[in-house]
């Protein structure tokens, strides 16, 4: 599986943006989904998870409420809706692909994409 993030930039506080992971094989339907960021100087930590099925999502605190994972089978397309974005947010933004949900630890992740900025503003 190969994903390709997109979607970051730069935003001001309070702002949405939406990334969108495209991933590309036969087999994306069975894996999980989940997302990660890494701001400066910081640790890769866990955003949101998806399921397989699309069924179930699982959020760090940080996120809750506040953002939302989907995705789109029919198009091998995960998604994350990102609003009421604070400047904590900014980070590189990165897709994972696991086979374990949810996937909300960085060595559980089979696939990486190769990430997307997030800049928010105050």
């Known amino acids: 599986v190969q994903l390709q993030a997109s979607g970051g930039g730069l935003v001001q506080a309070g702002g949405s943006l939406r990334l969108s992971c495209a991933a590309s094989?036969?087999?994306?339907?069975?894996?999980?989904m989940g997302w990660f960021r890494q701001a400066p100087g910081k640790e890769r930590e866990f955003v949101a998870a998806?399921?397989?099925?699309?069924?179930?999502?699982y959020y760090a605190d940080s996120a809750k409420g506040r953002f939302t994972v989907s995705r789109d089978t029919t198009k091998n397309t995960v998604y994350l809706q990102l609003n009421s974005l604070k400047p904590e947010d900014t980070a590189v933004y990165y897709c994972?692909?696991?086979?374990?949900?949810?996937?909300?630890?960085?060595?559980?992740?089979?696939?990486w994409g190769q990430g997307t900025l997030v800049t928010v503003s105050s």
């Open positions: 994972a692909a696991g086979s374990r949900y949810p996937v909300i630890r960085a060595n559980w992740v089979g696939y």
């Open positions: 094989g036969r087999t994306f339907s069975s894996y999980h």
């Open positions: 998806i399921s397989w099925s699309g069924g179930n999502a």
